[in-house]
């Protein structure tokens, strides 16, 4: 049983286009997040919702919209995709109260052409 | 916000010996710290944690210090395997605050 699935693992597209990644977590967690992972493996967070609440938005173009139609989904959706968008975005999702581990997805490599 | 450094970026052993990656933190209310190990290819899995009431924590080959006054953690791999190859990372998170802040990441490689 995958404990957080995202789709899909790879994503080519051009540049001016419209994607969306997806992930799904079948932990009941009630936090999930994306992370933005660079070609220098630097990870960074995005965004973090907790029970369909956003609670973290850090800097990132508003071209990102993620969306959570419930706490076991936390879909990401850009917009307008540009050539620095190519990266991996990973899907986490993780307990909020104790101070619980992070479960990652398996990423989704986005190579904007 | 928090900040987390890690070194070194790159670490090579021979199998056998020990590996120690060291990281430091910023925001002296941060209270748990784990390590993910990720393979190429894969999401980071995490290997080992600490909170910050323990000054260590041992799991078989690995062990992980902490010390709260210096606002530094770090990673001890003992008797490395080939297998132990990997990007490893740090991180720290502060009080109920869902956030994790990664540190940079270390290659390590094994070998024979």
């Known amino acids: 049983d995958t404990a957080v699935s995202q789709t899909p693992k790879y994503l080519v597209t051009q540049m001016g286009n419209d994607k969306s990644i997806k992930c799904e977590q079948n932990l009941g967690h009630d936090t999930m997040y994306w992370y933005k992972q660079d070609s220098k493996k630097f990870l960074k967070i995005m965004f973090s919702?907790?029970?369909?609440?956003?609670?973290i938005n850090e800097t990132v173009p508003n071209r990102f919209s993620p969306k959570s139609p419930d706490k076991a989904h936390l879909n990401l959706h850009i917009n307008s995709l540009e050539l620095g968008d190519s990266a991996v975005y990973f899907c986490a999702s993780s307990q909020m109260t104790g101070n619980t581990e992070a479960f990652f997805g398996q990423g989704t490599r986005l190579t904007v052409v | 916000g928090e900040n987390v450094e890690q070194h070194p970026s790159t670490l090579s052993v021979q199998e056998g010996d020990s590996a120690v990656i060291k990281c430091t933190y910023s925001?002296?209310?941060?209270?748990?710290f784990p390590w993910y190990k990720q393979e190429l290819g894969k999401g980071p899995q995490l290997i080992i944690d600490i909170r910050s009431n323990v000054g260590e924590k041992k799991d078989q080959r690995i062990a992980v210090t902490l010390n709260k006054t210096a606002k530094h953690f770090s990673l001890h791999i003992t008797e490395t395997q080939p297998e132990d190859s990997a990007v490893y990372f740090c991180?720290?998170?502060?009080?109920?605050?869902?956030?994790?802040?990664f540190g940079t990441g270390t290659r390590l490689q094994v070998t024979l």
């Open positions: 991180a720290a998170r502060t009080g109920t605050a869902s956030k994790l802040t």
């Open positions: 925001d002296s209310a941060s209270n748990y």
């Open positions: 919702y907790n029970n369909k609440e956003l609670i």
